[in-house]
């Protein structure tokens, strides 16, 4: 039996570990060499982490499974009638069992020119275009200023979306611009930066119990960090954007607002919800397609109390799992159980020592939350090496406030340090 799994992030992964050393002949196709712990992202953008720390190759997981093999490529077609998917080069493969797990992308909710203006943090490329704009900006900055020259554009930061990366975003902005930056730059001033935080609507994480998203506004606010909310962003250009609440001019603005499913799904001849998803099974095969599945940030699964499915990492890696074991035991439709969605809470990182969760039922703040986070995030990262990497930056950066991987080396390659 042949089973491709398109997609090494959390749901994909999770898929082959629970197919590994059986005897399937599973297909693991992915368009990067490495798997990425997304929620890690914002720490290389923000020169904490640096991109090896975060991602691991995936042949390195797999490398002594004897039924899995890796492939590098970018999934162009599938088609479910056929029981097959074509490659970017033009090849195709044959399946029995399919599971798609290509995640999402960013969404700028239809304006497509904004994203050539407003960075998006979905990618290893993306955190390392932001990494490397702050700290040109602060280096262009620095040289105007000893001109006497205005320098307001480069001095404002502007994160829209106020969800869990965009409040983590701003966070390690305000700490890697007051605690690690300034102090390296003798001519720029604490009270000229501004670290602005948009959302349109009318509280920090919304998903979170109204407490949570208090301490996060307060805490944020402490960090230096000027929070608009109830503001709608009208249009993005080169370096203005504009909102209900007025225009503001930056060099530096990111975007952390929106998901859309991998454009992969539209070549299925299948119901796609509004945020471009397959809508699942309860099972999570395609409906009329029971040999093919779809999970995580893929898939809209509607659970019993009729709430869809947050697209996050347990999620996905519960759906893997789930139809890992389908797959395994060949469970015919109609006689494989329902997938359930155990819920272990949510957690969010503001800034040093300080963090929100929400834990069956019980919210947590502060210094315990900023613990937990650090341990889950440490628990679920892939390879030893990087487990220790991470916790002694992290350890490092507590103590000195120092980020090590502050390092522009594009610079010269494509002029990334002028901003106009
Ligand atoms: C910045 C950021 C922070 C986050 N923070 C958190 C957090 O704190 N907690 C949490 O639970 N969740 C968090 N998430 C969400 C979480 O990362 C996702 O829910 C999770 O990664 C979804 O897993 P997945 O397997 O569906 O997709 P992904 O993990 O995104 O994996 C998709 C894989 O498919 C591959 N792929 C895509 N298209 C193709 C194609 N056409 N052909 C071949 N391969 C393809 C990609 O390269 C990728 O490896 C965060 C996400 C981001 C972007």
Redo the contacts with the bound molecule.
């Keep these: 039996m042949k089973v491709i799994i ?7 992964l999770a898929v082959a570990n629970t197919l590994k050393n059986s005897n399937l002949d599973v297909l693991l ?4 060499n490495y ?2 712990f ?2 890690l ?2 720490q290389v953008a923000v020169s904490a982490l640096s991109p090896g720390d975060i991602a691991y190759p995936v042949r390195g997981i797999f490398k002594n499974t004897k039924n899995i093999r890796v492939l590098m ?3 162009v077609n599938v088609d479910l009638r056929s029981r097959r998917v074509s490659v970017s080069g033009s090849e195709t493969f044959d399946y029995d069992y399919l599971v798609l ?4 992308e960013t969404s700028y909710f239809g304006n497509v020119e904004w994203k050539d203006y407003a960075i998006a ?2 990618s290893l490329p993306d955190a390392l275009t932001i990494r490397e704009k702050i700290l040109s900006t602060f280096e262009e900055a620095e040289k105007l200023a000893y001109k006497n020259l205005d320098i307001s554009k480069h001095l404002t930061f502007i994160i829209v979306g106020g969800g ?2 965009g409040v983590e975003l701003s966070g390690a902005i305000a700490e890697l611009i007051y605690k690690t930056i300034l102090p390296d730059f003798p001519l720029l001033r604490h009270k000229k930066i501004n670290v602005i935080l948009i959302d349109a609507g009318n509280r920090l994480l919304s998903s979170y119990p109204e407490e949570l998203s208090e301490y996060t506004y307060k805490s944020l606010t402490s960090l230096g960090v000027k929070i608009y909310l109830n503001t709608r962003v009208t249009s993005i250009e080169k370096n203005v954007i504009r909102t209900t609440q007025g225009t503001f001019s930056a060099f530096n603005i990111f975007w952390a607002a929106g998901n859309i499913a ?1 454009p ?1 799904l539209k070549s299925l001849p299948v119901k796609l919800d509004r945020q471009g998803r397959v809508v699942v099974n309860p099972d999570l095969s395609i409906p009329g397609f029971p040999d093919a599945f779809v ?4 898939a809209s699964f509607t659970d019993k109390n009729g709430e869809t499915l947050p ?4 999620v ?1 890696m519960q759906q893997g799992k789930h139809v890992g074991k389908i797959i395994l035991e060949g469970l015919p439709f109609g006689l494989r159980p329902d997938f359930v969605y155990r819920d272990k809470g949510t957690m ?1 990182t503001i800034g040093k020592a300080r963090a929100v969760a929400y834990l069956k039922g019980q919210s947590f703040k502060g210094w315990f939350a900023w613990l937990l986070w650090s341990l889950v995030h440490i628990l679920f990262l892939i390879g030893f090496r990087n487990k220790i990497r991470v916790m002694l930056e992290w350890i490092w950066y507590y103590i000195t406030n120092k980020s090590g991987a502050r390092l522009i080396v594009n610079a010269f390659r494509k002029d990334n340090s002028k901003n106009s």
Excluded: R, W
């Design positions: 398109v997609g090494a992030g959390f749901g994909g196709i992915d368009k990067n798997h990425l997304q929620p992202l914002y490529e970018k999934v797990a290509p995640g999402a943090l979905k869990p990366t991998s992969l999970i995580g940030d893929s697209a996050i990492a347990p996905a969010a």
